[in-house]
């Protein structure tokens, strides 16, 4: 019922700058939370930002300073900003969005997208 598209990852030197896009479609009346993930090879998925419907922000303490997440409620979209970035950024990148409320009022659980990568050169 819904999915998750994200869209904008690439190669980048170190120092360059990236956005990434998550799109959300489907029948879809509210999302309360999304959040932007990250997995580098051989470790654990983190959590990088999220945004609120309310539009609070939140941010791991690595990328405070550098990444920007926003949202476009009317396109459904939230976005990533990543400056400044480092070879340490290098993962694939997914989007997640919970508390999801459907078209009938039926709320629906995490739903995932299937990740973009970003490689970070030095």
């Known amino acids: 019922q819904v999915q998750l598209v994200e869209s904008g990852g690439g190669l980048v030197q170190s120092g360059g700058s990236l956005t990434l896009a998550c799109a959300a479609s489907?029948?879809?009346?509210?999302?309360?939370?999304v959040g932007w993930y990250r997995q580098a090879p051989g470790k654990q998925r983190e959590l990088v930002a999220d945004i609120t419907s309310t539009a609070r922000t939140s941010y791991v303490d690595t990328v405070k300073g550098r990444f920007t997440i926003s949202r476009d409620y009317a396109k459904n979209t939230v976005y990533l900003q990543m400056n400044s970035l480092k070879p340490e950024d290098t993962a694939v990148y997914y989007c997640k969005a919970s508390n999801i409320i459907v078209r009938g009022g039926q709320r629906i659980g995490d739903t995932w997208g299937q990740g973009t990568q970003v490689t970070v050169s030095s």
């Open positions: 489907g029948s879809i009346i509210s999302i309360n939370v």
